[in-house]
């Protein structure tokens, strides 16, 4: 058992070095803190095109922080499926799969007024060219 898991670790670790990553500051200068105006953080991650391997850093003060939530507490800003809490800044969310992630703050009414982000981490097609049979 201790094997197939250090083997895991190891091709996770191969795979994530072969990814070349990038590392995005959410919000820019401004931080992750609550927003200027209700879509503030998408208008943001518009900006980015976003990859599995890809980094978020979040950088706030207390008392903000920042929770990893599932897809319908994004919607409603509740917390009922945290994923994962981030208290310490900066925090460093790891886009590790392909798919959507969720963030908020944990104050709800901060979320409600648009301290919220969504992004979708494409898979990383850097070799997909060479598959591409076009004959």
Known sequence: MQVTILLLFV????LMRS???ERYIV???Y??????YPAYYQDWAKTVKLKAGDELEFRF????????IGKFDYYACTSNTVFRPYR???ATAFLMAPGEYYFKSSNNTNCINGQKLYVNAEAPNEDNDKF???S
């Open 88 to 90: 310490e800044s900066p």
């Open 61 to 68: 003060e207390k008392p903000d922080d920042l929770l990893e």
């Open 11 to 14: 091709v996770v670790g191969i």
């Open 31 to 36: 931080g992750w803190r609550p927003a200027p």
């Open 19 to 21: 990814i070349s990553s």
């Open 132 to 134: 591409d049979n076009k």
């Open 27 to 29: 919000g820019e200068g």
